[in-house]
Structures are given as structure tokens and as C-alpha cells.
């Protein structure tokens, strides 16, 4: 089993800048790939930014230049820094971690709520 906490969400004006974190604990020794998502109201769940164990990331084109994902192994935190914020960033940000070692599951938080003001 892991657990994820996220913090860091807020209300912004369009133009700033929030870091998210997501702490994991529990079975961390078998966390794959980590991500955050997003989801917006009346839309569906998206893929913001992803990041292996080994650091490779892979970005939403909506976030591309803007966001950064990054994680800290030793902390067992993975990070969410979004700068030139919008409007259309408006949404609850989940953590995501892959976790297992025969089996390999997806493990989510709770969700932080992220608010763009125009």
C-alpha cells in the first residue's frame, strides 16, 4: 500500500506561480512512474506531467514550458512547479504513484484544489 498527500494549492491570479508536493508513504520501495493529473469541473481527468523513478519526464502540451515535475527519492516527494499560471489551470491536481512489484497498481491522493484567477 502507499499513501499520497498533496499540499500547495491555493488561489493564484493568472500570471503566478504554486508549487505542489505530494509526500508518498508506505510501500515506497516499489514506486514506479509518479505523475500529477488534473481534473477540471464537468471534464474528464487529464495528464498533466509524468516522472519515472529515474527522472525521464514527459509533459501535457498544455503545460509544456510552464510546468516542472520533478521528485525527490531520498524525501519521497515529488514536486509540481507551475509558473504563467491561467485561468484554464483551474482544477482539483491529484498525485499519482505506479507501485508494486509483481503486480503493479496506481495509487491516487486526495486532490488539492488549484485556482486561477483572471
Known amino acids: 500500500q502507499v499513501q499520497l498527500v498533496e499540499s500547495g494549492g491555493g488561489l493564484v491570479q493568472a500570471g503566478g506561480s504554486l508549487r505542489l508536493s505530494c509526500a508518498a508513504s508506505?510501500?515506497?520501495?516499489?514506486?514506479?512512474?509518479m505523475g500529477w493529473y488534473r481534473q477540471a469541473p464537468g471534464k474528464q481527468r487529464e495528464l498533466v506531467a509524468v516522472i519515472s523513478s529515474g527522472g525521464s519526464t514527459n509533459y501535457a502540451d498544455s503545460v509544456k514550458g510552464r510546468f516542472t515535475i520533478s521528485r525527490d527519492n531520498a524525501e519521497n516527494t515529488m514536486y509540481l512547479q507551475m509558473n504563467s499560471l491561467k485561468p484554464e489551470d483551474t482544477a482539483v491536481y491529484y498525485c499519482?504513484?505506479?507501485?508494486?512489484?509483481?503486480?503493479?497498481?496506481?495509487?491516487w491522493g486526495q486532490g488539492t484544489q488549484v485556482t486561477v484567477s483572471s
Open positions: 508506505g510501500s515506497i520501495f516499489s514506486i514506479k512512474d
Open positions: 499519482n504513484a505506479k507501485s508494486g512489484v509483481l503486480v503493479v497498481r496506481a495509487y
